[in-house]
């Protein structure tokens, strides 16, 4: 059986510092080391596939990071690893334990059929994948096929973890409280009928050489693609919903850069869970933008239930230290200009 800091330090030792994703009981002892090792960071993902776009954002940075999952929650992780990981090229360093294992520990009901076919799912997925190593001995042959997977083919490798491969961890302190701030915003809708594009428009407009714009799937994307293409613009074409999480890896790997996540309402409500994780961690230079047009307009105008939340005070509610409601492209502009950094 394997200590949790053998394998730890060794990955920390290949680049590996963000550690991501859902606990499972096979994973606690990984989670409880992270959580107390100061070399590490790890990030509570709200699900499996919000915890590959943290890990994602990472890896843009110039980072490393590894994403935990139970397999019974590798469903919700298939969106962003077939439309974000393999479409953009960016590996990950995946661990999925295999509860319900053919032939293994008698395991509750709900993990019998995913047991059954975890491994072929990886396989479908055409990432490559082995069992977790149990000895110290393997561990450094592990990641060093692991890292050179990643950088001759810039896609994920899995880890396939069984049951008692990693010995237990005393359980950390619990993560600290975050006092939240909640403006009680209204959700009236402006008289000012501002498009999208204007809204694009003027972030591209205030955005200077040190920001980044990341922007959703959609029409958002081609709109600022079609205002001018620049080196600090990445236009997510898939995982729809993921564009907040891989925005919060993206500003921790990059803490020297701002960060500015276009989102859509249609997104954001995929996915809302991201806000919980972004409000934790907090990071200064991450503005999340919210374009608010009550439709998933870029698949034919159908509508969202955005008219009946109100967007700001969620966000407050989640963590945002800082929100605004805004209907008027300068002004949008004008918060963007300030010297202060802002999570709108």
């Known amino acids: 059986m394997l200590?949790?800091?053998?394998?730890?330090e060794a990955a920390g030792r290949h680049g590996f510092s963000l550690w991501t994703g859902v606990p499972c009981s096979y994973l606690q002892p990984f989670i409880n080391h992270v959580i107390a090792d100061p070399s590490c960071r790890y990030v509570p993902a709200s699900n499996e596939g919000d915890g590959v776009a943290i890990g994602a954002g990472m890896e843009i940075a110039g980072g490393r990071a590894v994403v935990m999952c139970q397999n019974s929650g590798?469903?919700?992780?298939?969106?962003?690893l077939t439309s974000l990981a393999h479409a953009h090229r960016i590996p990950l360093l995946l661990i999925i334990t295999l509860r319900g294992e053919p032939g293994g520990t008698k395991d509750e009901p709900q993990h019998q059929l995913m047991g059954s076919i975890t491994t072929r799912m990886l396989d479908l997925m055409e990432i490559p994948w082995e069992y977790f190593p149990t000895i110290e001995e393997e561990v450094e042959p592990c990641l060093e096929r692991?890292?050179?997977?990643?950088?001759?083919?810039?896609?994920?490798?899995?880890?396939?973890?069984?049951?008692?491969?990693?010995?237990?961890?005393?359980?950390?302190?619990?993560?600290?409280?975050?006092?939240?701030?909640?403006?009680g915003a209204s959700n009236d809708?402006?008289?000012?009928?501002?498009?999208?594009?204007?809204?694009?428009?003027?972030v591209q407009e205030r955005a200077n050489e040190r920001d980044l714009i990341l922007t959703t799937t959609g029409y958002t994307g081609r709109e600022?693609?079609?205002?001018?293409?620049?080196?600090?613009?990445?236009?997510?074409?898939?995982?729809?919903?993921?564009?907040?999480?891989?925005?919060?890896?993206?500003?921790m790997?990059?803490?020297?850069?701002?960060?500015?996540v276009l989102d859509g309402d249609g997104a954001i409500l995929m996915r809302m869970g991201a806000l919980a994780a972004i409000g934790y961690v907090r990071p200064i230079n991450l503005v999340h933008v919210v374009l608010d047009n009550g439709m998933h307009e870029s698949t034919?105008?159908?509508?969202?239930?955005?008219?009946?939340?109100?967007?700001?005070?969620?966000?407050?509610?989640?963590?945002y230290p800082e929100t605004r409601t805004v209907y008027d492209p300068k002004e949008l502009g004008h918060i963007l200009s300030e010297e202060s950094d802002h999570l709108i």
């Open 189 to 202: 809708v402006s008289p000012i009928g501002a498009t999208r594009a204007e809204m694009v428009a003027a």
């Open 146 to 183: 692991i890292v050179s997977h990643m950088l001759d083919r810039g896609l994920p490798y899995g880890l396939v973890m069984r049951k008692n491969s990693v010995a237990p961890v005393a359980i950390p302190p619990p993560l600290a409280n975050r006092p939240i701030r909640v403006n």
């Open 224 to 251: 600022l693609y079609a205002l001018g293409d620049r080196e600090n613009q990445l236009y997510l074409v898939g995982a729809m919903g993921c564009a907040s999480s891989v925005g919060l890896g993206l500003a």
């Open 300 to 319: 034919g105008g159908q509508c969202t239930v955005s008219p009946s939340l109100d967007l700001e005070t969620i966000a407050g509610a989640c963590g």
């Open 3 to 8: 200590s949790a800091p053998q394998f730890v």
């Open 74 to 80: 590798l469903g919700n992780a298939v969106n962003p």
């Open 253 to 260: 790997g990059r803490s020297d850069l701002r960060t500015i």
